[in-house]
């Protein structure tokens, strides 16, 4: 499995977690990663991605909230998810996205379930 996600559980309105990305067989210096979460009856909704040159975007609703890293010798991409609302819930898969385009491999993803 190339992508393998970590890191969801259940937490609490307003609290945090750390989502993680462990990549096998390609090198994310390379490509575009992303985080997405999966709308039903829509497909994927993106959330944030990492540019080859270290920048990235957000979606409206979580700038200021999330943050996506990366870290090039673990081959490694990170979601840091604080301020966690209800409508945060949802499973969220890592993804590539090549060149930038519409990513064509994600991984299984990991479940976020925000509650009291």
């Known amino acids: 499995v190339p992508l393998v996600e970590s890191g969801g559980g259940v937490v609490q309105p307003g609290g945090s977690l750390r989502l993680s990305c462990v990549v096998f067989?390609?090198?994310?210096?390379?490509?575009?990663m992303a985080w997405a979460r999966q709308v039903p009856g829509k497909g994927f909704e993106l959330v944030a991605s990492?540019?080859?040159?270290?920048?990235?975007d957000y979606a409206d609703y979580v700038k200021g909230r999330f943050a996506i890293s990366k870290d090039k010798a673990k081959n490694t991409v990170y979601l840091q998810m604080n301020s966690l609302l209800r409508d945060d819930a949802d499973v969220y898969h890592c993804?590539?996205?090549?060149?930038?385009?519409?990513?064509?491999?994600w991984g299984q993803g990991t479940q976020v379930t925000v509650s009291r």
């Open positions: 067989g390609f090198n994310i210096s390379n490509e575009v």
């Open positions: 993804m590539n996205r090549g060149n930038g385009g519409v990513a064509d491999l």
């Open positions: 990492i540019y080859t040159n270290g920048s990235s």
